[in-house]
């Protein structure tokens, strides 16, 4: 249902000159929201700039880290036959190395077998009970059954049950039946090697009629190899501790001599300083795309007018420049040396290849306490970088306050704003009405004037 508001607008011959006026009452609340608009677009760009400035700070820490290799000399790997070995990772190698691997024998889970039984037949139920004790591991359990009455089928059965409900985590037991009139009993520990074996300490009673036999000489069950010459038995196909930095799992036995190579990995190396040039240059494109002044066209970036946010990358291509003051001789002291330059507009390059490919090669440690050193100008641009990218205290924050600030009033004034409008529109309404009313009172008393005097039918 339409308000009385409403109706009398659509009645009101005036109601175009009211809502021109309004329209040019407006032009403030127009001018706000402009306003507004343009600080949305400086907040969305400081933004914009933080994930890049935070992405060159995330990028400099992982080059900087204490933990791990150093990223300037990574290691690949590879072996002659894949079939025989699967290298699992490289840490703490300097250089180079080619190990020959002979695999006699992997290692492997223990398996226990009784004799075959019968399934119905009673030879475990002669006295009524028994008990066996089992080792696997440095775990000891005993066993003891109630066999009265009950087939060789439902004593292996209850055997099986128990030895999977208390060695869960050590070896699993199962009842096969091997024909139709015929079962055997089975258990297998879980993990390999001889410290892992299955022990029977002792069986008494029915369970003393148990013959249980080992399908692996416990004497074989850990993996036999060598390493250049060097015998090796370990108790797990994964091994860790044979050769220092160097994980590997043996996945069989093997006819011949395996060769297991680990070599310098420099396109690798080279990407971690791809990663950081890149890094850059991401920053620095963000900053001058969103602070370009073209007057001839009159466009601006909308963080033009903040001086500070472009002065990040001219403050990070000055600490590029520099060099480091306690660097000794020989040492890299400025990313020049490492054949890294910049371009007029500021972009990061590597404008020596055969430099870097050097340092690379030649001096990864020394690459890296360039990276780490406090006093180089990486640490210098990474603290400027951070004096940015802080999440509460850094300036990108700080500026970042300061536009929420400027939005918040705005939108009050243009809330303001509306309600003047809104009670503008409302009187001018008003006055236009009561403007109507007076000429339609004119109007009848012009009519009645014209009707006395006979001018009127």
């Not at 990407?271 to 494109?285: G, I, M, P, T, Y």
Request: hydrophobic residues 35%; aromatic residues 6%; proline residues 2%.
């Amino acid at each position: 249902m339409s308000s009385i508001s409403s109706l009398i607008a659509q009645n009101n011959p005036y109601e175009g000159f009211v809502q021109q006026l309004v329209q040019l009452e407006s032009r403030t609340k127009i001018q706000l929201q402009q306003q507004q608009s343009t600080q949305n677009e400086r907040k969305t760009a400081l933004s914009d700039v933080n994930k890049a400035v935070t992405r060159f700070t995330e990028t400099l820490d992982s080059l900087r880290s204490d933990e791990g290799p150093n990223p300037f000399s990574p290691f690949s790997n590879s072996v002659s036959d894949e079939s025989v070995v699967r290298i699992n990772s490289v840490t703490d190698f300097t250089s180079a190395a080619s190990f020959n691997l002979d695999v006699q024998r992997l290692a492997s889970k223990d398996i226990a077998l009784t004799q075959t039984l019968a399934a119905d037949g009673t030879d475990l139920a002669a006295t009524g009970t028994g008990d066996i004790t089992i080792t696997i591991g440095d775990v000891t359990e005993t066993f003891s059954l109630d066999t009265t009455g009950k087939t060789n089928s439902e004593v292996l059965q209850e055997l099986s049950e128990s030895i999977n409900t208390t060695f869960g985590e050590q070896a699993g037991a199962s009842l096969f039946s091997v024909n139709s009139t015929d079962v055997q009993f089975s258990m297998k520990s879980n993990e390999t090697g001889f410290d892992n074996r299955i022990q029977i300490d002792s069986a008494n009673g029915d369970l003393a009629a148990l013959t249980i036999s080992k399908l692996t000489p416990e004497n074989e069950l850990d993996a036999q190899f060598t390493i250049d010459g060097v015998n090796f038995t370990r108790g797990s196909n994964e091994v860790t501790d044979s050769v220092n930095g160097l994980s590997f799992t043996l996945l069989k036995a093997s006819d011949s001599a395996v060769t297991m190579d680990v070599t310098r990995d420099l396109e690798e190396a080279r990407s971690k300083v791809d990663e950081f040039v890149s890094a850059f240059n991401n920053l620095n494109k963000s900053i001058r795309d969103r602070t370009f002044l073209d007057a001839e066209n009159d466009r601006r970036g909308p963080l033009q007018d903040m001086r500070v946010v472009r002065n990040l990358t001219v403050n990070l291509r000055q600490f590029g420049i520099l060099s480091d003051s306690a660097a000794g001789t020989g040492d890299f002291s400025r990313l020049a040396d490492i054949g890294i330059e910049f371009d007029r507009d500021g972009t990061m390059k590597v404008g020596d290849t055969e430099k870097l490919n050097e340092a690379l090669e030649t001096n990864p440690d020394g690459l890296q306490q360039f990276f780490t050193s406090e006093t180089s100008p990486i640490t210098s641009m990474l603290n400027e970088a951070n004096s940015y990218a802080e999440p509460t205290t850094g300036l990108i924050a700080t500026l970042t306050d300061g536009v929420d600030q400027r939005i918040e009033n705005l939108g009050r004034r243009i809330t303001q704003q509306e309600k003047f409008l809104a009670q503008y529109e409302e009187r001018q309404r008003e006055q236009f009405t009561k403007l109507q009313m007076i000429i339609d009172q004119g109007e009848t008393q012009y009519n009645q004037i014209m009707a006395s005097m006979g001018f009127m039918q």
